[in-house]
C-alpha cells in the first residue's frame, strides 16, 4: 500500500488536471483549484522539515567540531537571526514593511550577497568561453565563428570594421540572421523535443509506469 | 509499405478535420473608417442643440504645424449629397486631443438630421473622410433639464462605441466579456482622459449600478477594441445588460446600452481543440508501442553518450576515494525537469551503494528532499546495502536561489567530489555551479530541460543531456519494456507525425505567403494560437 496509495492520488490528480485543460466546466476547474491549494498547503509545512534538517545538520557539525564547523557557525547564526528580527523587532509593524529590522537586513545583508552571486556570472561566462570558442576542430571552428559574429555584431565595433560592406553583409546584420534563424531553428527542435518528452513522461507517471520518483525500479 | 500507406491516410484524415476543428468564425471586429475615422454627437448640456464632430489628425497636422492646411467641414441632409461647406478648422482652432481634432455646428436645426464628412487639399490632392450620419442635435432642455452653456471652442468627450456584451468563451461561466470601439476622446497619455466607467443592470431600463472601472487604451490593437472581463457576481443563466461611461476632464459620455448577456459554463475548450487531437495522436502512440513492447518486440534506443558515462563517473569517484555531488536543481516537485532528475538519482544511488562510494545530494526544496530520500534509500535497499544508507546522504540548504548556489559551491570547493551531476530545472545559477565544478577537476553530467542554460552546461561540462534526453532517462537507464515502449512511441508518434504536420503547415503557410491568401496564413495562425 505504501507505493499503490502515491500512485492511485497521483492518477486522481493527473487526471484532473488534463480534463480540466479541456473542459472548463464544474467540477473540473474547482477540483484543480483544491488540488493545487493542497500542493501549496503541503509545500508551506514542508518547509519546516528543510529548515529543521538545516539545524539539525548544522548542530552536529558544530558538535562533532568537523572540519569546517564555523561554517555550520555561520549558517546558524544567520537563521536566527533573520528568523528572530522578523518575529520580535519589527517595531510594531509588518515584518515585511519598509523600515523594519527584517526590511534592513534584506536590503542590507541579503540583496548584495544575492547581487555578488549573480555578478560571479560575469567572469564564469569569461572562463566558460574561453574554453568553449577554441578551434579545436572544424566544428568548434564554426562555434566560434558564430560567436565571434555575434557578439561583435552586437557592439557599434562590428558594424564599424565592416563598413565598407553592402548594408546586409554587415556584422550587426549577420549577427541577427544566425539569431533568427540558425539559433531560433535550433532552439525550437529542442523545444519540441522538451515538450514531447514532457507529455511522455507525465503520461507514465499518470498511469503508474513509472515509479522511479518513488523509490521504485 | 501498408504501414506507410496508412500514416498518409491519417494525415490526410486528421489534417481536415484539425482546419475543422479550428475554423471558428472570430467575433465581429469594431469599424474604423481612416484616415478621419469621422465620428458626430448631439451636443450634451447644449441648450440651442448643435452637432459636434471630431476625427483624427492628418499626418503633419501637429503643434509646430502652422503652415498646414486647413481642414474643410462639409455638411448635407442625404448621404449622396450635395455637401456644402459650413466651416473651416485650422492651426489656432483648440485642439481636442494631441490626436484629434472637433468641430461644433450651430447651425442645425432641432428634429432634422444631417450627414457630415472633411476633407482637407494636402500637397495637391484632397483627402476626404467617411460620410457620418444621419445625426439629429437635441436640444439639451428637452434630453437633460439642465442649462450650462456651451462655448463654440468647448470640447467635448465622445462615448465609447460599437459595445458587445457576450458570454466569456471556454470558461466554467460567472463572467461576462465587454468589448467596445474606444471613445473618440481615449488619446494616448491624455492627462485630462480618466478611462472608463462599467455599468450593469438586470433589465434594460435599470437601474444601472457600477461594477467596475478601466483606463484608457485598446486592450487589441489589431480590432481597436478595450476589452474587459466583468466577474463581479454574475449568476449563470441570469441576463445582464451593460453601458460603458467615458470619463474626461470631468465630463462623462455613456455608450448605448448593450445586452442581454447570459454566462454559462462550456464543456470544452473549443480553442484547444488542436491541441487535443495532437495529444491524443501522441498519447495513441505511446499506448501502442507499450503494449508492442510488453509483447516482447525489440525495440532499438540510440545511444545516449550523458547516460552511458553514468557508471564510468561513479567508477572514476570509487577510483579516486572522493564523494560524488548530485544536484537536483532548483525547482519543487511540482516540475517535471526535477522529477526527471530523481530517477537517474535512483541509477547513481545504486551504483555508489554497489560500490560503496559516498553520495551527497543537497536540495533546494524540503519536498525534493523528502523524495530524494526515499529514492536513495530504495536503490541502497536494493543493492543490498541498507546498512550504508543514512537521512544526511540528502540535505537541505536553502530555497534561495544564489543561496543554494554559494553553498553548494562552497561544498564543491572544500569537499572536491571527484563527479558531479546536475540534473533538473536550472537557472541563472548554472553556470556558476558548472563552472566551479569544473574548477575543481570534477566529471560532470548536466542534464535540464532549460533550453538558455544548455549552452552554460555543454561549455562547463564533460557530458550533457539536452531536452528530452533528460526524460528518457528513467527508461534508458533502466531497459524497462514498459518504459522503452513509451520512449519509441514519443519518438515515432510524435516527432515522426508532428515534423510531418510542420512540413505540411510550412508548405501550405509559403503558399499562402506567395499567393498572398490572408485566409491560409489566418488560418494556420488561429489553428496554433493556443490559448
Redesign the interface.
Known amino acids: 500500500m505504501r507505493r499503490e496509495i502515491p500512485l492511485i492520488l497521483t492518477g486522481i490528480v493527473g487526471i484532473t488536471f488534463f480534463v480540466q485543460f479541456f473542459v472548463p466546466h464544474s467540477p473540473m476547474r474547482e477540483l484543480s483549484e483544491t488540488f493545487s491549494d493542497w500542493y501549496s498547503i503541503i509545500s508551506a509545512f514542508a518547509i519546516w522539515l528543510g529548515g529543521l534538517n538545516l539545524m539539525k545538520i548544522s548542530f552536529e557539525k558544530v558538535y562533532k567540531k568537523d572540519k569546517d564547523w564555523f561554517f555550520a557557525v555561520t549558517t546558524i547564526v544567520s537563521f536566527f537571526l533573520i528568523l528572530i528580527v522578523g518575529l520580535f523587532f519589527s517595531g510594531g509593524r509588518q515584518y515585511l514593511e519598509q523600515g523594519s529590522g527584517y526590511d534592513w537586513l534584506y536590503r542590507n545583508i541579503y540583496s548584495p550577497l544575492s547581487a555578488t552571486m549573480f555578478a560571479l556570472l560575469a567572469f564564469f561566462v569569461a572562463s566558460a568561453s574561453y574554453r568553449a570558442f577554441r578551434a579545436r576542430n572544424a566544428q568548434a571552428t564554426v562555434l566560434l565563428l558564430a560567436a565571434f559574429i555575434v557578439m561583435a555584431g552586437r557592439t557599434p565595433f562590428g558594424d564599424w570594421i565592416t563598413v565598407f560592406l553592402p548594408e546586409g553583409w554587415r556584422l550587426s546584420n549577420l549577427s541577427n540572421v544566425i539569431m533568427n534563424y540558425f539559433n531560433v531553428a535550433g532552439q525550437r527542435a529542442i523545444m519540441i523535443g522538451i515538450a514531447l518528452g514532457i507529455v511522455s513522461t507525465s503520461l507514465r507517471i499518470i498511469l503508474g509506469i513509472e515509479r522511479s520518483h518513488l523509490g521504485g525500479e | 509499405m501498408g504501414k506507410k500507406v496508412a500514416l498518409g491516410i491519417c494525415i490526410i484524415i486528421i489534417l481536415p478535420l484539425l482546419i475543422w476543428l479550428v475554423y471558428l468564425k472570430p467575433g465581429p471586429s469594431s469599424v474604423s473608417y481612416p484616415p478621419y475615422d469621422l465620428t458626430a454627437i448631439s451636443t450634451p448640456f447644449d441648450t440651442a442643440g448643435s452637432v459636434t464632430l471630431n476625427w483624427f489628425c492628418l499626418e503633419g497636422d501637429n503643434d509646430s504645424a502652422a503652415t498646414f492646411p486647413n481642414y474643410n467641414i462639409l455638411r448635407s441632409q442625404a448621404p449622396e449629397g450635395p455637401f456644402e461647406g459650413i466651416g473651416s478648422v485650422g492651426f489656432e482652432y483648440p485642439r481636442a486631443t494631441d490626436i484629434s481634432r472637433q468641430y461644433r455646428d450651430t447651425a442645425v436645426v432641432a428634429g432634422f438630421s444631417y450627414y457630415y464628412k472633411i476633407s482637407c487639399d494636402l500637397q495637391g490632392e484632397t483627402i476626404e473622410s467617411n460620410i457620418f450620419g444621419p445625426i439629429s442635435p437635441v436640444m439639451a432642455a428637452e434630453a437633460a433639464k439642465v442649462e450650462v452653456p456651451v462655448d463654440k471652442s468647448d470640447i467635448m468627450v465622445f462615448p465609447p462605441t460599437q459595445l458587445r456584451v457576450f458570454d466569456t468563451p471556454?470558461?466554467?461561466?460567472g463572467s461576462i466579456t465587454l468589448e467596445w470601439k474606444v471613445s473618440a476622446s481615449d488619446a494616448a497619455k491624455s492627462l485630462l482622459f480618466n478611462g472608463y466607467d462599467i455599468y450593469r443592470s438586470t433589465s434594460a431600463e435599470g437601474p444601472f449600478e457600477k461594477v467596475g472601472e478601466t483606463t484608457g487604451g485598446v486592450s487589441d490593437v489589431d480590432r481597436q477594441v478595450k476589452t474587459l472581463r466583468d466577474g463581479k457576481d454574475i449568476i449563470n443563466g441570469q441576463e445582464y445588460y451593460y453601458y460603458v461611461a467615458a470619463k474626461w476632464d470631468g465630463q462623462e459620455a455613456n455608450s448605448e446600452i448593450a445586452g442581454p448577456a447570459v454566462s454559462r459554463?462550456?464543456?470544452?475548450?473549443t480553442g484547444?481543440g488542436v491541441?487535443?487531437v495532437l495529444?491524443g495522436i501522441?498519447?495513441g502512440s505511446?499506448l501502442y508501442f507499450?503494449n508492442r513492447a510488453k509483447a516482447g518486440k525489440e525495440l532499438f534506443i540510440r545511444k545516449i553518450a550523458g547516460l552511458e558515462a553514468v557508471d564510468e563517473a561513479v567508477g572514476r569517484a570509487t577510483e579516486m576515494g572522493r564523494a560524488i555531488f548530485y544536484v537536483p536543481g532548483i525547482q519543487?516537485m511540482?516540475n517535471?525537469q526535477t522529477?526527471?532528475g530523481?530517477?537517474i538519482l535512483?541509477r547513481v544511488a545504486k551504483l555508489t551503494a554497489e560500490y560503496e562510494t559516498k553520495l551527497e545530494v543537497p536540495v533546494s526544496?524540503?519536498?525534493v528532499?523528502?523524495?530524494a530520500r526515499?529514492?536513495v534509500?530504495?536503490?541502497y535497499l536494493?543493492a543490498g546495502r541498507p546498512d550504508y544508507y543514512n537521512d544526511?546522504i540528502v540535505?537541505?540548504?536553502?530555497?534561495?536561489?544564489?543561496?543554494y548556489?554559494?553553498g553548494v559551491d562552497?561544498l564543491v570547493i572544500?569537499k572536491k567530489p571527484a563527479t558531479v551531476f546536475y540534473q533538473g530545472a536550472f537557472f541563472?545559477?548554472s553556470?556558476?555551479l558548472?563552472?566551479t565544478g569544473?574548477s575543481i577537476g570534477a566529471i560532470q553530467i548536466a542534464g535540464t530541460?532549460m533550453?538558455a542554460q544548455?549552452?552554460?552546461f555543454?561549455?562547463?561540462c564533460d557530458y550533457t543531456l539536452?531536452?528530452?534526453e533528460?526524460?528518457?532517462a528513467?527508461a534508458y537507464l533502466?531497459r524497462?519494456p514498459?518504459?522503452l515502449g513509451?520512449?519509441k512511441?514519443?519518438d515515432l508518434g510524435?516527432?515522426l507525425i508532428?515534423?510531418s504536420l510542420a512540413l505540411i503547415f510550412v508548405i501550405i503557410a509559403t503558399i499562402g505567403a506567395f499567393s498572398q491568401n490572408a485566409v491560409i496564413s489566418d488560418t494556420i495562425q488561429r489553428m496554433f494560437n493556443v490559448n
Open positions: 471556454n470558461d466554467a461561466g459554463q462550456q464543456w470544452f475548450h484547444r491541441s487535443l495529444l501522441l498519447i505511446i507499450i519543487d511540482n517535471m522529477i526527471a530523481l530517477t535512483g526544496r524540503s519536498l528532499m523528502v523524495a526515499e529514492i534509500k530504495e536503490a536494493n544526511d540535505y537541505y540548504l536553502t530555497d534561495d536561489q544564489f543561496g548556489a554559494a562552497g572544500r541563472a545559477e553556470l556558476i558548472a563552472e569544473n530541460a533550453p544548455l549552452p552554460f555543454v561549455a562547463a539536452i531536452g528530452e533528460l526524460f528518457a528513467s533502466s524497462e514498459k518504459l513509451s520512449l512511441g514519443q510524435g516527432k508532428f515534423l
